[in-house]
């Protein structure tokens, strides 16, 4: 295992009576609020009534930015950047999804930087500065609310970047589960499959003796919190326990903890982020579609028994198969559970995507020629898994 | 499952090449630092040594305190608390055990308190501000390095009371697991003993309607965490995976994670505590008698069930046992694993317990005539306790 350093200074605010707190913990950081929000399902479940209500009962000044794009786009981030500098504005309000969350801690730091954004996203000038940032989510899925990262889109270039920095940790997050009552079937399978995803980028898979054993038992109950109630919120969308343990389960799958003694390789968001920057479509959808066929690019001795253990621990089959067998049943259960049970279209022409900017984003889901991860991979088998994915 | 607040602030640094960042994280909190340990074992390891070069070759003026009891006592805390006003401390660098790291909050807050420490633990004067506090941790125990909790004792009143602020919080711990490889069988014992108790306290024995499936879960894992390496540790004392798992253990069992969801009842460390008040034993000693009896005393047919799936869960064993039988297995494999995995002594008679005192320890245990936890107990039910464990 790997010496790490780990903190999350993030205040979480869990449960169904908690959005009372939400304006005497903005209060102290300033009183000129930007509520940044999306598409306005945050209106049609009355959340935005109520937000606004609690902001305007402690006499709080609110600024809006609507319309964040599913995957936020950097010209987005400028706009809300520009509102930050001309309002004067003290905090940044995000209420919604991972999108919202992230596109809000880019324009934290961009408040602070005189130029675009990209120059941020791209590593071209630091991130010096950032507004302090609060979160009420709406779904169970990127964990933006509890950790100090977002991505960015450009549609220009093509390019979905991370902005990673200590500056953009949330304040305070308030998790209510209710808000996530009336998140889609298909919204709320393909924010599960990027919960398990993010266990899996923390090196879930990989060599035993590069993992702390506790925190690889402790992936394995988060795994399977997640493979339990995913189903259920399908089913029943109002399941208070199903969409509890769903949200929770998100926070923790990205927030550092799962991550210590390792180091994190996030192969799939790192090859799926190429997919959604040239065609758009649902990270977590896409990342149901590459990850399997991810595993079995990468199935040899080496790898089979990591596979195997996920077949036996998660979904509890026998035990005495090899390994090649198992980790082959692995790979059958999980395109089952996300196919089948989550109800996911299997292929990425499914989704419009076709074959055409293959070599291109195989080639930038690799800046320097190779991608880390369980087994390295380079452009031309990054290009073989997209081919196997279509 | 209850609504929550989580947050937890305290930075992390975990391995074996660490302390070099010691100094960098106290520089910006002043420049005087007052350093606090126990009974030396931190010179027979070299750690003492390391610690003050460290803090030297940055500039750091240091005073000490040292001699801090296992059972931390209140004028040990009035004694750091003058040096602190005389010696216009910045910092305080807690380096060892719970005890120590206890005293060291103890001390940070009365700092700013005109009078005797007691007047804050027994809760007459509140907690108004408090020295920034380091750790750097010697033994996987208590948690304290990662909470903002201590327990300290007046042997004048035979009172052992918990002093908890969120003011107190360590800044930075650094967790080094070849700290703890010279931590001796016994302290290894009692320290694993007082995880699984924090553990048990996160109320994983309570009704399951209770609580979130995804915190049980992992409950559970870092339960059988403990179960697996601290007979490892025992045996091989300088086993790194071993320590290193316990001691990341310890910081999870009572960092607020495992009690997300719940509310805490630390039952049997309640009644513990009055065991340590009265006759300066080991904590995790006193744990380790008295948990099992515990268990024994509240075994009916409503608690049955959780303690069975504790005991096929935990300890594998077969699931199709009835709720009853079950749960005597299980507290006869906990007893087996405390008393000869461990190699604990099973009778508090054994630590120089007698009876003399039990009528008055019990009252003590429950300041409002009830006792909290799985089943209520009344001060009659704790001295029955008392008696099956000595």
Redesign the interface.
């Known amino acids: 295992?790997?010496?790490?350093?780990?903190?999350?200074?993030?205040?979480?605010?869990?449960?169904?009576?908690?959005l009372g707190h939400l304006g005497e913990e903005i209060k102290p950081y300033g009183s000129r609020i930007l509520l940044v929000y999306g598409g306005g399902s945050i209106k049609r479940i009355g959340l935005y009534e109520k937000v606004r209500n609690e902001l305007k009962s402690k006499g709080l000044t609110v600024f809006e930015l609507a319309g964040v794009e599913p995957n936020p786009r950097h010209t987005t981030v400028n706009k809300g950047a520009d509102i930050c500098k001309k309002e004067k504005i003290d905090v940044i309000l995000a209420v919604g999804g991972g999108s919202t969350i992230d596109c809000s801690k880019a324009i934290a730091a961009t408040r602070y930087y005189d130029g675009d954004c990209w120059d941020l996203v791209t590593g071209k000038a630091p991130v010096t500065q950032a507004l302090p940032l609060f979160t009420v989510l709406t779904i169970a899925a990127t964990g933006s609310e509890m950790d100090c990262g977002g991505v960015i889109s450009n549609v220009e270039t093509n390019e979905k970047l991370g902005l990673v920095d200590p500056l953009l940790q949330p304040k305070v997050s308030f998790l209510d589960p209710t808000n996530t009552f009336s998140v889609s079937a298909y919204q709320t399978a393909c924010g599960s499959v990027d919960i398990l995803s993010h266990i899996f980028d923390c090196f879930y898979f990989a060599d035993d003796e590069g993992k702390?054993?506790?925190?690889d038992?402790?992936m394995?109950?988060?795994i399977?919190?997640v493979v339990?109630?995913a189903p259920i919120a399908i089913k029943e969308p109002g399941n208070y326990?199903a969409r509890?343990?769903l949200m929770?389960?998100a926070s923790?799958a990205l927030n550092g903890?799962l991550g210590?003694?390792t180091v994190m390789a996030p192969t799939c968001h790192m090859i799926e982020h190429e997919v959604s920057a040239f065609y758009d479509i649902t990270h977590g959808h896409g990342l149901a579609i590459l990850t399997p066929h991810w595993m079995e690019y990468i199935l040899d001795e080496t790898t089979a028994p990591q596979f195997k253990k996920f077949d036996v621990n998660v979904f509890n089959v026998d035990a005495s198969l090899s390994d090649i067998e198992g980790a082959r049943e692995a790979i059958a259960r999980f395109k089952d559970f996300v196919f089948n049970t989550l109800g996911l279209k299997s292929r990425l022409s499914d989704l419009g995507v076709d074959d055409k900017n293959f070599a291109a984003m195989a080639n930038k889901a690799c800046p320097n020629g190779i991608l880390a991860g369980y087994k390295k991979l380079t452009p031309s088998d990054i290009e073989a898994i997209f081919k196997m994915s279509l």
């Open positions: 295992m790997k010496d790490f350093v780990f903190q999350n200074t993030t205040k979480i605010y869990f449960g169904k009576n908690q702390m054993d506790m925190i038992r402790v394995e109950e988060v399977k919190t339990k109630y326990e509890a343990n929770w389960a923790w903890f210590t003694g």
